[in-house]
């Protein structure tokens, strides 16, 4: 969503990934509650073993109009029969809190900003962002947004998911007992959070960054070390100080996402191909979508048959809905656009004029009069009134809400969350008179990640999914299609601003610099059977030729768009296997464009023979497990890189980038004039960067050669963020950032990359296969914990079976729910309301 992409976005995993170093609870082989003693690893097991969820066999629940058939496969895939669209959605959200309830809980306590609650004063800041950024625009208009009966549907999910809390709620999975608390009844408005959406929009964080840079060093070196796709001047406003805008000034979002560094978006590939180039004669689709790797996995595999309804693939635990699959008609895969939806407004600020006063309320569900009495203010977050702002020639007060946070083991803390007509105030800078605001989709209705899969998952052709596409806010993506009539195409769906500036840097808050609405769907980047026969997307540079709308200036490298093109060029007969292996390919084309020049670099200097040169000048430019090359290599280009920065631009710059790596316009670098640099200084850079490079390498990994190896290095870790005792083995992997097979991460290691996949036969449902690491169960000690993993790591799939004589012959566990006795037709909606339904809809077979 990673990153990694920049959509390493706050869902559960995140959040729990950093609860180990919170609770201080992954030294030894089990994690305490609230200072108990250690628990031997076996006995943790056992006790997670006793709260597995029932999986066969009959269930009773409230809730329900008729009986709903739950029929999980080989692989944990849950295949949801039910007789009502009602009853369809709220056994999705029984079974996903089956297999993901403590996972969905840390995702709903990231969203309402109440993770210090269980995770203590650590979560603070985390939790005030959360609640800075909610989203307080018209309910109604909100909901309007995703579709007609979309509030029906997210009220039967919630209900699914509240009816198996009810059911659980003494013995819970065994992460809370482990944090010892229990998990409550969700609300409806859980999945319509936004804080979710802020990391997958690193807009600001650019444009700072930028602004940095211009403050240091001028606009002309700025444009030069971070050029624009397509290229375009800066655009600073007259008169607007930039100097001592930083990091710091993106406040919270700072502290609380802690990779704030600049990154261009990275991660996710996905393509299709019409039947001209398959051995079938009909499309094949894939898609690869890259977030955090984690334990448990980010995405969750389901499949929904009902009335109108029959889709199967992945989508969030706490969503509902399917985002990346197919239905009977049409298939559909995701990667980030990396839309700018986000922009930075420094605020004038001072005290109020007199007769203007400071707009303060109370947070929502009136916490501060219940409160404010019990808790502390945070000495980071004072409470006095907050003044004004200066828009369109007036004082305007600066809205204030005062809130309360709940902390575990602490007195709560009173926190004041204040706002401009752009949106939140991140940061204040009292000696300079001024706040920084973040204006970001985010706060528009209808922006809740993903809520807009329940129309696509119903789209019977093109015209169903440019009317889906339509309502696809957040975040921003290049939607692939493909459906049994042999049809393919593509949109960058989002919703984006129409702006009279670049969006590039901060500009003041005056009124000048407004947003004038959003770009219609129909006028953004799309193509239908284009004659190439193919589409494909990477977080690159997507933007058609003549294409005038600005919709992003900032894209990811095309080294792997580059490499799936080069191989959707070269054949016509594809087949799924095929698509598989593209998916797992780790050629470098960085490696095949940088390799050659030090190979000529180190003969012009007399070094060709040196056992480093020698490696690298035989290898084949794949990031194989078994081969050394790779090893090398990645800790040559890096160095390399670096010093390239060193010598291209100021110290104050260097500082100020860090360690991004744009290799794209490195190469360029490489590839200019000799009057800029000189040949010889190139060649003395690149082969001086590799006699650092096996310096590092033998430092940490010893001078024998035959011993490197990349598969050794480069490893997946799955642990789970409480307990030892539920970790997974490390697994060797192929690849790199820059190839196909994504494998990106630091320290040698992939900490990002694919966790799910797929590649869907429209020629045969049946036929398509996917892949979800570890496995479908968050539970320790369910049979679908980690039993993906060995597929994985092996770079297999299994299969994504679809007709219901496939799941029949693949089913290993069938639960039936049904409707609890005298509460066949009488259920709850999520507003708290009883309402009547009769069964209605297709037989339940």
Same mark, same amino acid.
């Given at each position: 969503?990673? +990153? ?24 030894? *082989? ?36 008729? !009986? ?129 959406? =802020? ?9 700072? =960054? ?123 895969? %995701? ?19 007199? &007769? ?85 989709? &985010? ?12 129309? =696509? ?18 975040? *921003?993506?290049?939607?692939? $299609?493909?459906?049994? @009539? ?29 947003? +004038?609405?959003?770009?219609?769907? +129909? ?7 284009? !004659? *190439? &026969? ?38 016509? @007969? ?108 190139? @060649? ?5 960067? %590799? ?86 169960? &968050?539970?320790?000690? *369910?049979? $679908? ?23 029949? !012959? ?36």
């Amino acid at each position: 969503m990673g +990153n990694t992409s920049r959509m390493i976005s706050l869902v559960a995993i995140v959040a729990a990934l950093a609860i180990g170093a919170m609770l201080g609870t992954r030294s030894g *082989s089990a994690a305490p509650s609230r200072g108990t003693a250690r628990t031997s690893a076996d006995t943790l097991r056992d006790q997670a073993a006793k709260r597995l969820a029932k999986i066969d066999g009959t269930i009773d629940v409230s809730g329900l109009d008729s !009986a709903v058939e739950v029929r999980r496969d080989r692989w944990g895939v849950p295949h949801i029969y039910a007789r009502t669209q009602h009853d369809l959605f709220f056994a999705q959200g029984f079974v996903a809190a089956q297999d993901r309830l403590w996972q969905m809980d840390i995702w709903r306590r990231t969203a309402e900003g109440r993770l210090a609650e269980v995770l203590g004063a650590p979560a603070v800041e985390r939790d005030r962002l959360a609640r800075l950024f909610r989203y307080r625009g018209p309910v109604d208009a909100d909901w309007a947004s995703y579709g007609p009966d979309t509030k029906a549907i997210v009220s039967a999910f919630v209900g699914g998911v509240n009816a198996y809390i009810a059911q659980v709620k003494d013995r819970p999975p065994i992460e809370f007992t482990l944090m010892g608390y229990a998990p409550e009844p969700w609300t409806i408005d859980v999945p319509l959070a936004r804080v979710t959406t =802020l990391s997958g929009v690193s807009n600001a964080t650019t444009e700072i =960054l930028r602004a940095r840079l211009i403050s240091l060093v001028g606009k002309k070196a700025t444009e030069a070390i971070l050029p624009t796709e397509p290229t375009r001047a800066l655009d600073p406003v007259p008169g607007l100080d930039l100097s001592g805008l930083d990091v710091s000034s993106l406040g919270g979002i700072n502290s609380a996402y802690a990779d704030i560094a600049f990154q261009r978006v990275e991660g996710s590939n996905n393509w299709v191909v019409s039947g001209k180039k398959t051995r079938s004669g009909k499309p094949i689709l894939a898609n690869d979508p890259h977030r955090a790797i984690t334990h448990p996995s980010v995405r969750y595999i389901t499949h929904l048959v009902g009335p109108g309804w029959n889709v199967i693939g992945a989508g969030e635990p706490a969503s509902p809905g399917v985002s990346i699959g197919h239905n009977e008609r049409i298939a559909f895969g %995701l990667t980030v656009v990396g839309m700018d939806q986000q922009d930075v407004y420094v605020e004038r600020v001072g005290p109020c004029p007199s &007769g203007i006063g400071n707009r303060r309320e109370p947070a929502e569900g009136g916490q501060m009069g219940i409160e404010a009495s019990r808790g502390r203010s945070d000495s980071r977050f004072p409470i006095p009134d907050s003044g004004c702002y200066y828009h369109r020639g007036g004082w305007q007060p600066i809205k204030t809400i005062v809130d309360t946070i709940r902390v575990r083991d602490d007195s709560a803390r009173i926190v004041r969350l204040n706002f401009t007509h752009h949106g939140p105030i991140v940061s204040t800078d009292s000696a300079r008179g001024r706040a920084v605001a973040i204006r970001m989709v &985010g706060q528009e209705s209808g922006t809740a990640a993903y809520l807009a899969s329940l129309q =696509l998952g119903r789209a019977r052709n093109w015209r169903d999914f440019q009317g889906a596409m339509a309502r696809w806010k957040m975040p *921003s993506e290049n939607m692939i $299609y493909a459906d049994v @009539d042999g049809n393919i195409g593509w949109i960058a769906a989002g919703f984006m601003p129409r702006r009279s500036w670049s969006g590039l840097l901060p500009v003041p808050g005056d009124g000048r610099f407004e947003w +004038n609405g959003f770009v219609p769907v +129909n006028a953004l980047p799309q193509a239908y059977n284009p !004659a *190439s &026969g193919f589409i494909a997307t990477a977080n690159n540079n997507i933007l058609p030729p003549r294409y005038k709308t600005p919709i992003a200036y900032d894209w990811s490298s095309d080294y792997r768009a580059a490499r799936i093109r080069e191989v959707l060029t070269s054949r016509n @007969d594809f087949t799924v296997a095929d698509f598989e292996a593209l998916q797992h390919d780790d050629l470098s084309l960085l490696a095949r464009h940088l390799v050659p020049q030090l190979v000529s670099a180190a003969q012009r200097l007399g070094k060709r023979d040196s056992q480093a040169v020698q490696m690298l000048a035989r290898w084949n430019f794949r990031m194989s497990r078994e081969a050394s090359a790779p090893l090398l290599f990645e800790a040559w280009a890096p160095i390399l890189a670096r010093r390239a920065n060193a010598m291209r631009m100021s110290a104050a710059a260097e500082d100020v980038i860090g360690r991004y790596t744009d290799y794209e316009e490195f190469e360029r670098f490489l590839a200019a004039p000799a009057g800029t640099v000189s040949h010889a200084a190139r @060649d003395s850079l690149m082969v001086g960067a %590799l006699a650092d490079a096996v310096a590092e390498v033998t430092r940490r990994f010893g001078a024998d050669t035959t011993k490197w190896r990349w598969g050794t290095v480069h490893v997946a870790e799955l642990r789970h963020p409480l307990a030892r005792a539920f970790d997974l083995p490390p697994v060797s992997r192929a690849g790199d950032g820059n190839t196909v097979f994504v494998t990106a991460g630091t320290n040698y290691q992939q900490t990002a990359g694919a966790s799910y996949r797929e590649v869907i036969d429209l020629g045969d449902f049946d036929n398509s296969v996917a892949i979800n690491v570890p496995g479908q169960s &968050g539970q320790p000690g *369910s049979e $679908y914990y980690g039993d993906l993993l060995p597929l994985w790591g092996n770079d297999k799939y299994f299969p994504l079976v679809f007709s219901r004589a496939r799941v029949e !012959a693949e089913t290993k566990h069938v639960l039936r729910l049904m409707p609890r006795v005298g509460n066949r037709n009488d259920r709850e909606t999520g507003n708290g309301r009883r309402e009547t339904e009769n069964p209605r809809g297709a037989h339940l077979r």
